[in-house]
T-cell receptor
Framework: EDQVTQSPEALRLQEGESSSLNCSYT??????LFWYRQDPGKGPEFLFT???AGEEKEKERLKATLTKKESFLHITAPKPEDSATYLC????????????FGQGTRLTINP | KAGVTQTPRYLIKTRGQQVTLSCSPI?????VSWYQQTPGQGLQFLFE???????NKGNFPGRFSGRQFSNSRSEMNVSTLELGDSALYLC?????????????FGQGTRLTVV
């Protein structure tokens, strides 16, 4: 069965304390891996798409990497406004948008 | 460029009733997907429409249905509502048919069934 697992479920950091979130997947035929940020009561906000092992993408304090079995979202020197739930999702079908999501990591950055 | 618009933002319905939710995708986007988000199950895929045709369907009962219009706007309908249907319903739009591409989400419709 296709599965996406995120760890940890929740993470508390001090402002400026760098860390990484993990997304591991067991799927048959990965077509793309997506990272989203979701604030309470809002829809997910797109961050990155990764397509192949070894690929990396960066945006401000965030950097996403992909291997054959997992992806990491590295957060460097986070600020309180980075507090949110970070969701990982995989796409299995070419030409379709049927995403399989992980349960998310709830990140809290304390000032 | 306007984002994905979902209406209404909040709904309260009684068990047994039916409900229709609306989604207007980003201009130029022809693919619309629907997801259900609950604290216990997380985000789960409902169905996807492209050019008025359903391309994929998730593992939900037949009470959940949808459609897409010629202007790419989409609606989803839930009939005979159950308490367990209380959730945040999210719509996502994307621009391309071929190849995996990004899906952009709306703010969602919060449905409460009492």
């Amino acid at each position: 069965e296709d599965q996406v697992t995120q760890s940890p479920e929740a993470l508390r950091l001090q402002e400026g304390e760098s860390s990484s979130l993990n997304c591991s997947y067991t799927v048959s035929g990965l077509r793309g891996l997506f990272w989203y940020r979701q604030d309470p009561g809002k829809g997910p906000e797109f961050l990155f798409t990764l397509y192949s092992a070894g690929e990396e993408k960066e945006k401000e304090r965030l950097k996403a990497t992909l291997t054959k079995k997992e992806s990491f979202l590295h957060i460097t020197a986070p600020k309180p406004e980075d507090s949110a739930t970070y969701l990982c999702a995989v796409s299995l079908s070419l030409g379709a948008q049927k995403l399989v999501f992980g349960q998310g990591t709830r990140l809290t950055i304390n000032p | 460029k306007a984002g994905v618009t979902q209406t209404p933002r909040y709904l309260i319905k009684t068990r047994g009733q039916q409900v229709t939710l609306s989604c207007s995708p980003i201009s130029g986007h022809r693919s619309v997907s629907w997801y259900q988000q609950t604290p216990g199950q997380g985000l789960q895929f409902l169905f996807e429409y492209f050019s008025e045709t359903q391309r994929n369907k998730g593992n939900f009962p037949g009470r959940f249905s949808g459609r897409q219009f010629s202007n790419s706007r989409s609606e989803m309908n839930v009939s005979t509502l159950e308490l367990g249907d209380s959730a945040l319903y999210l719509c996502a739009s994307s621009s391309r048919w071929a190849g995996t591409t990004e899906a952009f989400f709306g703010q969602g419709t919060r449905l409460t069934v009492v």
